[in-house]
């Protein structure tokens, strides 16, 4: 079972800036790092950010991340087509001595 | 580049086991844990458990302990991750992960009599 919420979905216009929270505990995003992996259908999820807040290198600079307490969020800005698709988030937890993902977020491009 | 190809799509009778390999390159694979996640058609990741390849280390999450085993060879840089006793509620895509960063392309397992 997902122990990290996030919102079932997410939309916006080409070029807006849209946000996706990520909400967890002390045990998860509040000690350790958070990722975030975007994924288009039929495919395998793709990192998007690392250690909270790192990009890998070819992933534009329209994906941040960010964290602050229990909670992360990831934005998209300067929206695009192709940004539509599911998106995750996931950090270890310390209790369960396991990685946790999110319960997924589905951004749609209107 | 770092690549992880795991095996072919694969069919199982209810009661049977199933072992995925995850084949490793372009980097050093006793460096890096490897995880192992699933997901059900439709619905979100779900993580099984990690590995050192190095030391053979496991852990799994409780929901499969008992019934997943992931174990490597090492002198051909590829993971396994064995499940066992399968329902058809175990019917998935399995990937392999370094750490949790580059991901295998997935391997279909449909459980059904």
């Known amino acids: 079972q997902s122990v990290l919420t996030q919102p079932p979905s997410a939309s916006g216009t080409p070029g807006q800036r849209v946000t996706i929270s990520c909400s967890g505990s002390s045990s998860n995003i509040g000690t350790n790092y958070v990722y975030w992996y975007q994924q288009l259908p039929g495919t395998a999820p793709k990192l998007l950010i690392y250690r909270n807040n790192q990009r890998p290198s070819g992933v534009p600079d329209r994906f941040s991340g960010s964290k602050s307490g229990t909670s992360a969020s990831l934005a998209i800005s300067g929206l695009r087509s192709e940004d539509e698709a599911d998106y995750y988030c996931?950090?270890?937890?310390?209790?369960?001595?396991?990685?946790?993902f999110g319960t997924g977020t589905e951004v749609t491009v209107l | 580049q770092v690549q992880l190809v795991q095996s072919g799509a694969e069919v199982k009778k209810p009661g049977a086991s199933v072992k995925v390999s995850c084949k490793a390159s372009g980097y050093t694979f006793t460096s890096f844990d490897i995880n192992w996640v699933r997901q059900a058609t439709g619905q979100g990741l779900e993580w099984m458990g990690w590995m050192n390849p190095n030391s053979g280390n496991t852990g799994y999450a409780q929901k499969f302990q008992g019934r997943v085993t992931i174990t490597r060879n090492t002198s051909i840089s590829t993971a396994y991750m064995e499940l066992s006793s399968l329902r058809s509620e175990d019917t998935a895509v399995y990937y392999c992960?370094?750490?949790?960063?580059?991901w295998g392309q997935g391997t279909l397992v449909t459980v059904s009599s």
């Open positions: 996931a950090a270890w937890d310390d209790s369960l001595s396991g990685y946790v």
């Open positions: 992960a370094r750490t949790v960063e580059n």
